[in-house]
């Protein structure tokens, strides 16, 4: 019996991320190292929506091995340079993370979204960003994350 490669012990069967990892999907790859591989989406908030992904199926954020997730970050920060270098329309760069699926997570495989804004597209976080809390209320909830912490 042959033993399965660190790799296939972390693919999902189920999972289309992990099927464009091992090539068995399509896609249009822009950047590829030993943990770490970035493509276009199919659904394009805007030219040059980049995912950028763990190479092997974590699902959520917190799933993560701290050295992957510190390469995707320094991925998708190489991937939002090359753009704004490059010919794509790009004015601005959002990065977006979505972790479960309220948040909008709709694959569950970790990845970060790199795509460029510009003036007049369609990219819309509907939220009251005029909300602003007393500082005791601040203080509280900063104290809850610190606790959490273990710091
Ligand atoms: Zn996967």
Known sequence: MELPTEHESKRDPDCVFCSIVAG???SSQVYRDDSVIAFLTIGPVTEGHVLVCPVDHY???ADLPDDVATEMFRV???IAGAIRASSIRAEGINLFYADGEIAFQEVFHSHMHVFPRYEGD???LDADWTN???RSELDAVAETIR???GK
């Open 24 to 26: 068995e999907t399509e």
């Open 59 to 61: 699902p959520y954020l």
């Open 76 to 78: 998708s920060r190489e």
């Open 122 to 124: 369609t990219f819309k």
């Open 132 to 134: 602003q809390p007393p």
């Open 147 to 149: 606790e959490s912490l």
